[in-house]
């Protein structure tokens, strides 16, 4: 295949990064290239924030992260748990003053709603801690749109 019959290439020049390297006596020698900033960050500008306020909103951001021992659904297990027990017991047919059903209908509904009352409140506790501790932080960090 000759020359002539190649396709005609449709490839342009490039251009060429500014390059600077000016003869310094030792061994230090400077570069500059000309930098494409995003479109997002050319009206871009720089915020101060304290350390301590970092570190506090890093705690409690933290604390959001890497969450504890699910207690409510422990608090759940036992519940349902408990009222399958009573629940259970029932076609049993146990005497009243049998000690097993004094445990089975007395005891139990007892644990269970117990246990339910625990797990709604962990529960409540575990959606709002996460949102209460974003609004804190939120509210220590200084907004960007507003700092101009």
Same mark, same amino acid.
Not at 77 to 100: Q, Y
Not at 113 to 123: I, K, N
Not at 128 to 146: C, F, I, M, Q, T
């Given at each position: 295949?000759?020359?002539?019959?190649?396709?005609?290439?449709?490839?342009?020049?490039?251009?060429?990064?500014?390059?600077?390297?000016?003869?310094?006596?030792?061994?230090? &020698?400077? &570069?500059?290239?000309?930098?494409?900033?995003?479109?997002?960050?050319?009206?871009?500008?720089?915020?101060?924030?304290?350390?301590?306020?970092?570190?506090?909103?890093?705690?409690?951001?933290?604390?959001?992260?890497?969450?504890?021992?699910?207690?409510? &659904?422990?608090?759940?297990?036992? =519940?349902?748990?408990?009222?399958?027990?009573?629940?259970?017991?029932?076609?049993?047919?146990?005497?009243? =003053?049998?000690?097993?059903?004094?445990?089975?209908?007395?005891?139990? !509904? =007892?644990?269970?709603?117990? =246990?339910?009352?625990?797990?709604?409140?962990?529960?409540?506790?575990?959606?709002?801690?996460?949102?209460?501790?974003?609004? &804190?932080?939120?509210?220590?960090? !200084?907004?960007?749109?507003?700092?101009?």
């Amino acid at each position: 295949m000759t020359s002539s019959e190649l396709p005609k290439s449709e490839a342009g020049p490039i251009p060429v990064a500014e390059f600077q390297a000016p003869a310094v006596a030792g061994n230090i &020698e400077y &570069e500059s290239f000309p930098i494409k900033k995003p479109i997002e960050d050319l009206d871009d500008f720089k915020v101060q924030v304290r350390a301590s306020t970092l570190r506090r909103v890093r705690s409690k951001l933290q604390g959001v992260k890497a969450p504890g021992f699910p207690w409510q &659904e422990l608090a759940l297990g036992m =519940c349902t748990l408990a009222f399958g027990g009573s629940l259970g017991a029932l076609p049993a047919k146990l005497s009243a =003053c049998d000690s097993l059903a004094i445990f089975f209908y007395t005891v139990l !509904p =007892c644990i269970g709603t117990g =246990c339910l009352v625990a797990y709604l409140f962990l529960r409540h506790s575990v959606h709002h801690n996460p949102v209460n501790s974003a609004g &804190e932080a939120l509210a220590e960090l !200084p907004d960007p749109d507003k700092a101009r």
